[in-house]
């Protein structure tokens, strides 16, 4: 393992073990022994972003993916997984394990005093000679102890929808992940453990359609009347107002209200101003814009669909306020209908 820390320095790992199956038990406590000696070496790291190759034996799976929730509570960190697109690739952590193999078969075919004949033996030999690698041996027993309790922890875990199409991964909470396509594609919410309450009940319907899902977070109603803007802003659906700009995240629901010159295709017509439903697609900068998609309606004002290409940045002084989630449904192999409980009061071009 590779790991760039914020101090702009480098830290290269490897974990040397006589367990051969390279399971996934092997993967959930090799990381964690990596994970715990960066928290102890900087507590102060608060963000672990994983790279790795598509390997689903290994690394791409649903056991692996719902032990992040565990992880990031147990370090208190966020964890993301991001995946590159072929299963075996070469990188960084591949020069590590060549460097570290060839310093090895070096000094045992060039030096009859060096003997490595067994797992531990190789990983003395890295401490005490190999520079600029830190090596960790974990014996097959410590392994064998985490599987009693991995087998249990991992019983009632649920499938990941399109897990092999997917290549990011982050977690929502201790029971919920997020994932997408990409890390700059909408994500999906989807839960990891059948004890959830998606997974009993009137959620299993919603699991079958979050196999198509691109956009889901979690569910918010207007209950409070102090929430709701007037009904100036917005028809049937509710609108809650944005307290601070930190409240703004990548995948809220806004309603916007812009200048004609924001609308695709448009020009200026007097200053006249629209107002459109929209997806940000990150916070809000440090010049107070927002980046978001617009949505435009699609044969009544509760169904919207959206325009990967009509992307603009507006103030957050034009946001009028978030809107709850809309039901995602896929048309087609392409379209993506967003569905909201009632007429969004926009105005558009």
Known sequence: MLGYLANKKTSSYVVISNDTSHSKFCVWTFLRKIVSDIKENDPLVDKLMIFSDNCAGQFKNKYSMSALGQME?????????????????????????????????????????????????????????????????????????????????????????DIQSSHHFRVYDSNHLLVARTSTSLMTKVPVFQDTEEATGSGKQASKTRLRYEDVYSDTDCTSEEDVLPSKKTSSVCCRPIKTQSDVYSGMYVLVEVPSEH???????????????????????????????????????????????????????????????????????????????????VLEK
């Open 263 to 345: 609308v695709k295709g448009r020009r200026s017509t007097g200053g006249k101003m629209y107002r459109y439903a929209a997806i940000c697609q990150g916070g809000v900068d440090s010049e107070n814009y927002i980046s978001v998609m617009f949505l435009r309606s699609h044969g009544s004002k509760e169904i919207f669909i959206a325009d990967d290409e009509d992307v603009k940045h507006v103030s957050f002084d034009n946001v009028l306020g978030s809107l709850p989630n809309p039901s995602v449904k896929p048309k087609g192999l392409f379209t993506i209908l967003y569905e909201f409980s009632g007429d969004l009061d």
């Open 73 to 161: 509570a147990d370090f208190s960190i966020d964890i993301e997984w991001n995946f590159f697109a072929s299963s075996h690739g070469k990188g960084a952590v591949d020069g590590i394990r060549g460097t570290v193999k060839r310093h090895v078969w070096t000094a045992v075919k060039g030096n009859r005093n060096v003997h490595i004949e067994t797992a531990n033996d190789f990983h003395k030999y890295i401490v005490d000679k190999v520079n600029g690698v830190k090596s960790f041996y974990i014996d097959k027993s410590e392994i064998l102890d985490n599987t009693s309790f991995l087998q249990i922890y991992w019983q009632n875990v649920l499938p990941i929808p």
